[in-house]
């Protein structure tokens, strides 16, 4: 764990062995944990991050998403010296939501925020991101949204037994957590959190000057310019460990808006053979090169369905660490499909790296697809809804509006599909009475 | 090192081959596993080995080392492993310009730069001491991977140069072994990528090519493995003989079956 790390290269560099008093020889992966040399004895109390959680599986240090179903799909967190690249839908509409979340859960959390983007002042979209939900206001949200919902999730269930059997998706707030937190998009943040909480911005229109004097290197200058402001933050505010006195240990969360755009300079999303072809990878290596020896994670988000060469596109998957991509159905024929009727897009989990290991953790669920509701962002898995795990092996129908066709053969398992169609189809007077004495259980 | 792969690889620790160049592929999907199964094999038997980590940083490594019995930190500490760590080199070059050359020189150039710097690198790292002092059976060059070196402007000619003349000299001239990961684009239209890997395929010995499923994610395959020797010393012999095993990769170790085998599936 990246604590149990720093702690660690502390108690070394005072000690005997000067040889590897290096400070830069802070990285995030360290274990927790007994260390085979036994020379950590020292450090048994681990100096413990706000907002931030060891993995169970490699004793990584792990920080929400702000999503927390997002963060059990990534297996627990986002973790820390990683970089997590959000492959943005088709007309960019839910991808800054999953930005302003990561921001937002920064800086409830109290971690140092960087924010850099070329097309918005970082200010105003700190001023515009969501403001977290406290518990008992998140269930008045919750019953409102659901109007008959007889079933409570944690009663054994008699007749949607098998539904009982699918991994569940974290559909409501873990009662104080300090580890993810709940947004409503409709609000906005407070503004004294905002004050309160340390952030930096980078907005390219007002660092890049006039005259360009570029170095000979082949990253076009907005990117140098950001490369060299975050290492800059990095060395002075000592996320990398390079300042041993600061007691209080802090992550940085680093949030990149529509890089590869043609705003940063780069043409990458414009033509197929382009001069500066290099330069965005060149950039996500050395990004993440910083972001390894240092205290920080970040989420950049890009229009790689903008990319034409799609060389370019594996390139940058390999280079990145963590890959989520959304597409949303506007405008494409999945609008109409029935399958995905209440959803408003899906999410493709693209890569989850192997840190530390062999293995990594990866989700069963495979269709993912997310929702914007009023107020709050979800995601869900569509298998689950169309037919669970039935056995009996027969594609279940959907009732259309105003057939009762399915419910008249009284089987257990297409009974709990029609249960929730009703919720969202028919008020509770139109129901047949055998129907609705079934969902109450009173059969 | 995973002795199933030992076997049905036909080595040992104690009775690898010299004079080897073997590619690491992989087509959708990470073949990392194969990078810590060479690594640790040839810490094991006991060689001078050179690492150049383009990919991860040392940590990482060495974490997934000590499940698989072997401790990077010692073995770079007796002088037996040299790491070029690729992230970290690559934040100090880039930020404290240095007057020396640079493993990594090529990352402040803005033209195509050539990899002569890591070559020198590497020939000063794996040169054998003359006194005799140690005695490491053979040195080995590990990279992992050379894919990367495309994606940071270097071109595919260059790189090939760069794996010639360490064949020339470790190979050949010091009768070690090289052996290197390259990622196999698949369908995505990287012509660089084909260039090299077409290039490594011919001038190698031995090509492991991990791939995904052609049918997707399953959680008890985990993917395919294709062996295939080339150049067989003996010319009586049938050449490019190849195997096919699928495999399942688990916390310490990974287990392979023949095709449709699996344990889950019997």
């Known amino acids: 764990m990246a604590a149990a790390g720093t702690c660690g290269t502390g108690t070394r560099s005072t000690g005997s062995m000067v040889a590897a008093a290096s400070t830069n020889n802070v990285t995030s992966f360290q274990r927790r944990g007994p ?6 004895s020292g450090c048994s109390r681990l100096v413990s991050i706000a907002g931030t959680r060891p993995s169970v599986r490699n004793g990584q240090l792990l920080v929400s998403t702000g999503l927390p179903a997002l963060d059990q799909l990534l297996g627990g967190g986002l973790a820390v010296g990683t970089v997590l690249l959000i492959e943005e839908d088709k007309y960019n509409i839910y991808s800054p939501l999953l930005f302003k979340y990561f921001l ?9 925020v960087l924010v850099a983007s070329a097309k918005e002042d970082p200010a105003d979209i700190l001023q515009k991101l969501p403001a977290p939900l406290i518990d008992d206001s998140y269930k ?71 005259a360009f004097n570029v170095e000979s290197c082949s990253l076009t200058p907005g990117y140098m310019k950001l490369l060299q402001f975050i290492q800059n933050i990095i060395y002075k505010e000592g996320f990398d460990g390079s300042n041993p006195q600061k007691k209080q240990k802090n992550i940085l969360r680093i949030g990149i808006q529509n890089l590869g755009s043609p705003l940063w300079g780069d043409d990458i999303c414009c033509t197929e053979n382009c001069d500066t072809s290099h330069s965005l990878t060149k950039f996500l290596y050395i990004l993440r090169g910083l972001l390894r020896t240092s205290l920080s994670a970040c989420i950049i988000t890009m229009p790689t369905h903008l990319i034409q060469n799609k060389a370019v596109i594996a390139r940058v998957t390999n280079l990145s660490d963590t890959v989520v991509g959304l597409e949303s159905f506007i405008g494409s024929e999945k609008e109409t499909n029935p399958l995905y009727k209440d959803y408003h897009g899906l999410i493709h989990i693209r890569q989850i790296p192997r840190l530390n290991n062999l293995i990594y953790d990866i989700s069963d669920v495979k269709d993912l697809a997310f929702k914007l509701k009023k107020k709050l962002f979800t995601i869900e898995s569509t298998s689950s809804r169309a037919h669970g795990r039935s056995s009996c092996g027969t594609m279940l129908r959907y009732p259309t509006a105003g057939h009762v066709e399915s419910s008249q053969t009284r089987d257990q398992t297409l009974i709990p599909c029609i249960s929730r169609q009703i919720r969202y189809r028919w008020t509770t007077r139109e129901i047949p009475e055998y129907i609705f004495n079934y969902i109450s259980g009173q059969v | ?53 383009l990919v991860q940083s040392f940590s990482h490594y060495n974490m997934v080392g000590q499940k698989l019995g072997v401790s990077l930190t010692t073995a770079r500490e007796r002088g037996q492993l040299v790491v070029l760590e690729g992230l970290k080199s690559a934040v100090d ?37 003359d006194c005799g002092e140690a005695a490491w059976r053979c040195p080995v060059l ?71 499923l052609a049918t997707g994610f399953c959680k008890d395959v985990h993917g395919q493995l294709r062996i295939l020797w080339r150049r067989p010393l003996q010319p009586t012999t049938p050449r490019d003989r190849s195997l096919t095993y699928q495999y399942k990769i688990q916390d310490k170790s990974v287990s392979f079956f023949a095709k449709g085998m699996s344990p889950a599936v019997l």
């Open chain 1, 35 to 40: 260390r085979a040399s036994g020379a950590d």
């Open chain 1, 104 to 112: 937002a859960e920064g800086i409830v959390s109290g971690h140092a």
């Open chain 1, 140 to 210: 008045k949200e919750c019953d409102e949204d659901v109007c008959s919902h007889k079933m409570e999730p944690d009663i054994k269930m008699k007749i949607a037994w098998r539904y009982q059997l699918l991994p569940k998706m974290e559909a409501g707030p873990v009662s104080s957590s300090r580890f993810g937190h709940y947004y409503d998009i409709s609000k906005r943040i407070p503004q004294e959190l905002i004050e309160t909480s340390k952030w930096h911005g980078f907005f390219l229109p007002e660092k890049i000057s006039s």
């Open chain 2, 1 to 53: 090192m995973f002795p199933e792969l030992n076997n049905l690889l036909n080595t040992t620790p104690e009775g690898a081959e010299q004079e080897k160049l073997t590619l690491l592929c992989d087509a959708k999907t990470d073949g990392s596993f194969l990078v810590h199964h060479f690594l640790s094999f040839y810490l094991k038997a006991n060689c001078k080995v050179c690492f150049v980590a």
């Open chain 2, 93 to 129: 070059i880039f930020f404290r310009p240095q007057e020396e050359p640079h493993p990594l020189q090529f990352l402040r150039e803005a033209n195509a730069g050539d990899l002569q710097p890591l070559y020198a690198f590497v020939r000063d790292a794996l040169e054998p001491v």
């Open chain 2, 142 to 212: 590990l990279v992992d991977d050379l894919s990367v070196l495309l994606s940071l402007g270097v071109g595919p000619v260059a790189v090939l140069d760069f794996v010639h003349y360490c064949r020339a000299t470790v190979c050949r001239e010091w009768k070690g072994n090289v052996v290197a990961l390259v990622h196999d684009s698949g369908d995505a239209e990287d012509e660089e990528s084909d260039v090299l890997l077409n290039g490594l395929s011919h001038q190698s010995h031995l090509i492991l090519r991990a791939e995904g």
